[in-house]
């Protein structure tokens, strides 16, 4: 082994280690399994609801609020919106799944065959629900939840259509059902149904009429959905719902454990967070009071999905939950909090997601415009400055130096922003921009006024490193500022709640690797290459580590990418080459980690894993094809969704090019930052290492480039500017010292 090798082997040995003594930590440290409730297990379901339209009419609602644990439940299925059979089939699988596509954005209804209350019935739609799942890339099966409790012999009893396909089987069939309200016009709210037929059906299954097997054990009740766009008012379809919550809840011991659960949209063209709501033993052995919930699924308080729902009743029943579902059991949140403060909390997590909804797309359109007329402004004024006399040029320099870091400032400003409730202002958009202009100045002052500012690297470490710290505290106390956040991720898409989502990947990974090359650089000068080849190692361990352990950043994608990049930034500063042979040691390494920590995070029960150990199990059930196939579709979507995004992939290789060989595309300055810096070309190669595999290996992973983008140009440019400065005055002080010595002056 060569020397610069045996410089990186021990790191890169430490990073291995590190990351598997944090996933082992991770196993070692799961909860308990939860134990059997005492009473019936009832599962409300309705459609269209949300915490907003809580007031004093809804008195069934309030007392949930006052007496139960209440959050929000993200909805989304296989489309934007999520229809209320889509809802029904996600507790019936546990995964995504969905109704067929209507024509003109409409749903149907749930329907069911229910010849004699209290006896068998079936799903008409059901062999098209399969069909459709099958056709989806989630991996979905519906009638899993019937089929696992009926493997376990516990009695279920369904009320009413949408109850019925929760609890079908794998052929659509339930053995005991009631029909409630019905399937036809009437059961909408405010349709007119006989609510007195309601309340006797769930009596009567609660007490097992009609079958042989006793009193079920768990009872799935449909009470309807709120619609939009109909000729009944909401407000009617509300009060509606509410009287019909407050018969069936009236109708349930006091022992049982109630969770009230709104599956559905009330519109086909706005998604919204929908009310969810628990009372009574939760699964943990605590209890659903006074508090708000969560799931290990999403990492928040006050936050779940529909995919939650079966694991938590399996759970409540003391009934293993299978491999392919992918939420975990709702659990009180304890805060102490007053139903009022509660109240507050649920609605500003839909109302920042509703505000944040619609300004992401011309924030980032927006950013891409800035960010191009900052390249465009940097090449003019390049341009113009061989004219200029040296104090212009200087001001001038310095001024281009300071915009490109406050251009820099921004990603992470929009995190930050998160600190203040923006999304409250009756003019969210206009909040948001002042939040991210407050935030962009301690981020950039401390690169500008710093005690090494004019050090040619210092405001790429600083800012650099600023956006990866940031990111870094934010998903180690909870990822609060990513959620609802402008480059962040987005409750309603229901793709990710916590950790580090694409974005996010690139301006950590970005900003750690930029911070490394700035750290870097100094010994590499002084001729320390050992040093600076450990000092690379360090920042990389932790950052992979941050990335990608569960529970943090948990990126499934993001150690693919960052274990190389800083391996070939370890390797360069360390004065060794990349090889074909390095290479391959570096992809097995990489290989070996991240089948260690996914492998670590799938051992534990599977309520418990994050997208690492599902990814796992995927695979283990065959579906790792689905989920391959489902990136790859998803990333060129993106990629042509817009004129922007198709430019993408030309501008990066353009970009590539001049970063390669600046001086034959005119781009002098960066060379001149290269000789001054030699880290600095390492670091870069090392970001395209990061950038290149995290395009290739993530969903969406269009954005990854575009994004990391934002962070690196602006601070290339003003490491640029830095160095023509510096040209100056070291040209200005060569012509004094020529002067002061009679020499003829140099052209």
Same mark, same amino acid.
């Given at each position: 082994m060569s020397g610069p090798l045996r410089r990186v082997a021990g790191p890169a040995t430490a990073v291995a280690g590190l990351l598997a003594a944090l996933a082992v930590a991770a196993v070692t440290l799961a909860p308990p399994a939860a134990a059997d409730v005492p009473g019936p297990v009832v599962l409300i379901g309705t459609g269209g609801l949300r915490w907003d339209d809580v007031g004093a009419d809804t008195s069934a609602l309030s007392g949930l609020l006052d007496s139960g644990s209440v959050g929000n439940l993200a909805a989304r299925s296989v489309r934007v919106t999520a229809c209320p059979v889509d809802g029904w089939l996600a507790v019936s699988a546990g995964r995504r799944a969905a109704d067929a596509e209507q024509p003109g954005d409409g749903?149907?209804?749930?329907?069911?065959?229910? *010849?004699?209350?209290?006896?068998?019935?079936?799903?008409?739609?059901?062999?098209?629900?399969?069909? $459709?799942?099958?056709?989806?890339?989630?991996?979905?099966?519906?009638?899993?939840?019937?089929?696992?409790? =009926?493997?376990?012999?516990?009695p279920v009893a369904a009320v009413g259509p949408g109850a019925v396909t929760a609890l079908a089987d794998s052929s659509g069939h339930v053995a005991r059902a009631w029909p409630g309200l019905g399937s036809g016009a009437a059961a909408a709210p405010g349709g007119g149904a006989d609510e007195t037929r309601l309340t006797a059906d769930v009596q009567a299954a609660l007490a097992g009429a009609g079958g042989t097997a006793g009193a079920p054990r768990l009872v799935v009740v449909d009470i309807g959905a709120i619609r939009d766009g109909g000729k009944v008012p909401r407000d009617q379809q509300v009060a509606d719902l509410d009287t019909r919550l407050g018969l069936v809840l009236g109708a349930l011991p006091e022992r049982a454990t109630v969770i009230v659960a709104s599956?559905?949209? @009330?519109?086909? +063209?706005?998604?919204?967070? $929908?009310?969810?709501?628990?009372?009574? *033993?939760?699964?943990?052995?605590?209890?659903?009071? !006074?508090?708000?919930?969560?799931?290990?699924?999403?990492?928040?308080?006050?936050?779940?999905? !529909?995919?939650?729902?079966?694991p938590t009743l399996l759970s409540a029943l003391s009934v293993p939950i299978p491999d392919e579902a992918v939420g975990s059991p709702l659990v009180p949140r304890p805060g102490g909090q007053d139903a009022a403060a509660r109240l507050s909390r649920v609605s500003d997590l839909d109302r920042a997601a509703q505000a944040v909804r619609p300004i992401v797309a011309w924030f980032f359109d927006a950013l891409v415009l800035a960010q191009l007329l900052l390249y465009g402004l940097a090449a003019w004024?390049?341009? +113009?400055?061989?004219? $200029?006399?040296? *104090?212009?040029?200087?001001r001038v320099l310095r001024a281009m130096r300071r915009t490109a870091v406050i251009f820099a400032a921004v990603p992470a400003a929009t995190f930050l922003a998160n600190l203040l409730p923006w999304w409250r202002a009756g003019r969210p958009w206009l909040a948001v921009t002042a939040a991210v202009v407050l935030f962009t100045l301690p981020i950039c002052l401390p690169a500008l006024l710093g005690p090494w500012r004019d050090r040619l690297l210092y405001p790429l470490g600083v800012v650099g490193g600023l956006t990866a710290a940031v990111l870094a505290a934010d998903v180690a106390t909870g990822s609060n500022l990513i959620r609802s956040s402008l480059m962040g991720v987005q409750p309603l898409v229901a793709g990710r709640f916590y950790g580090l989502s694409n974005p996010g990947f690139a301006l950590f990974a970005t900003g750690a690797l930029l911070l490394a090359t700035a750290v870097a650089d100094p010994p590499v000068q002084a001729g320390r290459r050992t040093l600076a080849a450990v000092a690379v190692a360090g920042i990389g361990v932790v950052a992979t580590a941050i990335d990608g352990i569960p529970g943090l950043g948990s990126d499934f994608g993001g150690p693919p990418a960052m274990i190389p990049a800083f391996a070939v930034l370890a390797l360069l500063v360390a004065g060794a080459r990349v090889t074909w042979q390095r290479a391959a040691i570096v992809t097995?390494? &990489?290989?070996?980690?991240?089948?260690?920590? @996914?492998?670590?995070?799938?051992?534990?029960? *599977?309520?418990? +894993? &994050?997208? #690492?150990?599902? /990814?796992?199990?995927?695979?283990?059930?065959?579906?790792?094809? $689905?989920?391959?196939?489902r990136k790859a579709v998803q990333n060129l979507d993106v990629l042509f969704s817009s004129w922007l995004s198709a430019l993408v992939p030309l501008a990066v290789a353009f970009v590539v090019?001049?970063?390669?060989?600046?001086?034959?595309?005119?781009?002098?300055?960066?060379?001149?930052?290269?000789?001054? @810096?030699?880290?600095?070309?390492?670091?870069?190669?090392?970001?395209?290492?990061?950038?290149?595999?995290? /395009? =290739?290996?993530?969903? @969406?992973? !269009?954005?990854?480039? %575009?994004? =990391?983008?934002? #962070?690196?140009?602006?601070?290339?440019?003003?490491?640029?500017?830095? =160095?023509?400065?510096?040209?100056?005055?070291?040209?200005?002080? %060569?012509?004094? !010292?020529?002067?002061?010595?009679?020499?003829?002056?140099?052209?």
């Amino acid at each position: 082994m060569s020397g610069p090798l045996r410089r990186v082997a021990g790191p890169a040995t430490a990073v291995a280690g590190l990351l598997a003594a944090l996933a082992v930590a991770a196993v070692t440290l799961a909860p308990p399994a939860a134990a059997d409730v005492p009473g019936p297990v009832v599962l409300i379901g309705t459609g269209g609801l949300r915490w907003d339209d809580v007031g004093a009419d809804t008195s069934a609602l309030s007392g949930l609020l006052d007496s139960g644990s209440v959050g929000n439940l993200a909805a989304r299925s296989v489309r934007v919106t999520a229809c209320p059979v889509d809802g029904w089939l996600a507790v019936s699988a546990g995964r995504r799944a969905a109704d067929a596509e209507q024509p003109g954005d409409g749903c149907l209804a749930p329907a069911a065959d229910i *010849p004699t209350p209290g006896g068998p019935a079936t799903v008409p739609r059901w062999p098209t629900y399969r069909q $459709q799942a099958d056709a989806a890339s989630y991996g979905a099966h519906p009638g899993l939840l019937g089929a696992t409790l =009926a493997a376990a012999g516990v009695p279920v009893a369904a009320v009413g259509p949408g109850a019925v396909t929760a609890l079908a089987d794998s052929s659509g069939h339930v053995a005991r059902a009631w029909p409630g309200l019905g399937s036809g016009a009437a059961a909408a709210p405010g349709g007119g149904a006989d609510e007195t037929r309601l309340t006797a059906d769930v009596q009567a299954a609660l007490a097992g009429a009609g079958g042989t097997a006793g009193a079920p054990r768990l009872v799935v009740v449909d009470i309807g959905a709120i619609r939009d766009g109909g000729k009944v008012p909401r407000d009617q379809q509300v009060a509606d719902l509410d009287t019909r919550l407050g018969l069936v809840l009236g109708a349930l011991p006091e022992r049982a454990t109630v969770i009230v659960a709104s599956l559905a949209d @009330s519109s086909t +063209r706005t998604p919204h967070l $929908q009310l969810l709501a628990a009372r009574g *033993p939760a699964p943990s052995g605590g209890q659903y009071a !006074t508090s708000l919930l969560g799931s290990n699924s999403t990492r928040q308080d006050g936050l779940a999905q !529909t995919t939650d729902l079966m694991p938590t009743l399996l759970s409540a029943l003391s009934v293993p939950i299978p491999d392919e579902a992918v939420g975990s059991p709702l659990v009180p949140r304890p805060g102490g909090q007053d139903a009022a403060a509660r109240l507050s909390r649920v609605s500003d997590l839909d109302r920042a997601a509703q505000a944040v909804r619609p300004i992401v797309a011309w924030f980032f359109d927006a950013l891409v415009l800035a960010q191009l007329l900052l390249y465009g402004l940097a090449a003019w004024v390049l341009l +113009r400055l061989r004219n $200029q006399r040296p *104090p212009a040029r200087r001001r001038v320099l310095r001024a281009m130096r300071r915009t490109a870091v406050i251009f820099a400032a921004v990603p992470a400003a929009t995190f930050l922003a998160n600190l203040l409730p923006w999304w409250r202002a009756g003019r969210p958009w206009l909040a948001v921009t002042a939040a991210v202009v407050l935030f962009t100045l301690p981020i950039c002052l401390p690169a500008l006024l710093g005690p090494w500012r004019d050090r040619l690297l210092y405001p790429l470490g600083v800012v650099g490193g600023l956006t990866a710290a940031v990111l870094a505290a934010d998903v180690a106390t909870g990822s609060n500022l990513i959620r609802s956040s402008l480059m962040g991720v987005q409750p309603l898409v229901a793709g990710r709640f916590y950790g580090l989502s694409n974005p996010g990947f690139a301006l950590f990974a970005t900003g750690a690797l930029l911070l490394a090359t700035a750290v870097a650089d100094p010994p590499v000068q002084a001729g320390r290459r050992t040093l600076a080849a450990v000092a690379v190692a360090g920042i990389g361990v932790v950052a992979t580590a941050i990335d990608g352990i569960p529970g943090l950043g948990s990126d499934f994608g993001g150690p693919p990418a960052m274990i190389p990049a800083f391996a070939v930034l370890a390797l360069l500063v360390a004065g060794a080459r990349v090889t074909w042979q390095r290479a391959a040691i570096v992809t097995a390494a &990489t290989l070996g980690v991240l089948v260690l920590v @996914s492998v670590a995070d799938w051992l534990r029960p *599977p309520s418990d +894993r &994050t997208h #690492l150990g599902r /990814f796992v199990q995927t695979a283990i059930d065959g579906g790792a094809w $689905q989920v391959i196939r489902r990136k790859a579709v998803q990333n060129l979507d993106v990629l042509f969704s817009s004129w922007l995004s198709a430019l993408v992939p030309l501008a990066v290789a353009f970009v590539v090019l001049v970063l390669a060989r600046p001086l034959p595309w005119g781009v002098r300055p960066l060379q001149l930052a290269y000789d001054r @810096s030699p880290a600095l070309r390492a670091g870069l190669v090392a970001l395209a290492v990061a950038v290149g595999i995290g /395009f =290739a290996v993530n969903d @969406s992973g !269009t954005a990854i480039p %575009a994004v =990391a983008a934002t #962070l690196a140009i602006p601070l290339l440019i003003a490491a640029s500017c830095r =160095a023509l400065e510096l040209d100056d005055a070291q040209r200005l002080e %060569a012509a004094v !010292t020529r002067a002061r010595k009679g020499l003829p002056r140099r052209t």
